[in-house]
């Protein structure tokens, strides 16, 4: 069998009826013209069904002579209707099932990683009993595939939540640092307002200290002409709405879960139409070729 396509494959099985024993000169295989080869209605295959029947020649030239010979090839279509309820559909659902992780809270770290751990194990169970239901061959089978594609999107779901905890880690380590940053900045205005009553303390005392404006009101700025300020016009930033809408969560660990919510449908939806159009449309055309 070619299982390349498996399981929207067709397999051929042929029948060849030859005479070793007699030359074309002593007797001829010759077909029917009506019905050479008929098929009881009862023939049923339950993972199979007979498509259509070939009729040709194979005669075969050796060194004694050209011996007659009969081949009828069948041409049976695998039922993908039972792969499609015991494989496709579970994988799929189990890749969905992962995404759960996204809509959860990012503190919710038993929760996120026994529902990561438990979709990729039960992902790598469902391609262990597909393997082993069939023949091992040197070649990638459909089915392998999809799989292969599940596992990994399963997969990318339990490191998204590790990307997720990392950020968050760090989300709450840039907010203890704004946080002695801004208990730093309190405690300089603090020794700034002591240091200035002290300044006035003194003045009222009678002793000044003369200090110059670092910028003159009448030129300007530094530098400017006398009487003409110096007037900076700043374009409006451009709104991007993209940028609007993540602003809206101010963490980078629930900005990666909401991305994670679009990007992982989208790109499995997109992986869906690849898969299907590219396998049906070499299905049919091995069927036009056969």
Known sequence: MDLKLFPLDRQMCQLLMASYGWTT????FLWKDVEPVQVTKKLHLPRF???KLITDYCNSKTNTGEYSCLLVALIFKREFSYYLIQYYIPCCMLVIVSWVSFWLDQNAVPARVALGVTTLLTMSTQTSSINQSLPPVSYTKAIDVWTGVCLTFVFGALLEFA?????SRSDKHREKMKEKLKEHKQWEMAQAAALEAALSDQAED???FPMKPLVSRHNGGMGGDKGHPCEI?????????????????PTRSKR???ISRITFPIVFAFFNMAYWSTYLFTEEEEERNK
Not at 25 to 28: F, I
Not at 163 to 167: E, I, R, S
Not at 233 to 248: D, E, G, I, V, Y
């Open 233 to 249: 016009h700043l374009a409006a930033p451009r709104k991007n709405c993209c940028r609007t809408w993540l602003s809206k969560f």
């Open 49 to 51: 069904t007979l498509e």
């Open 25 to 28: 000169e002593d007797l001829v």
């Open 163 to 167: 990307l997720v905890n990392y950020a």
């Open 256 to 258: 990666i879960d909401v």
């Open 206 to 208: 009678g002793h000044t």
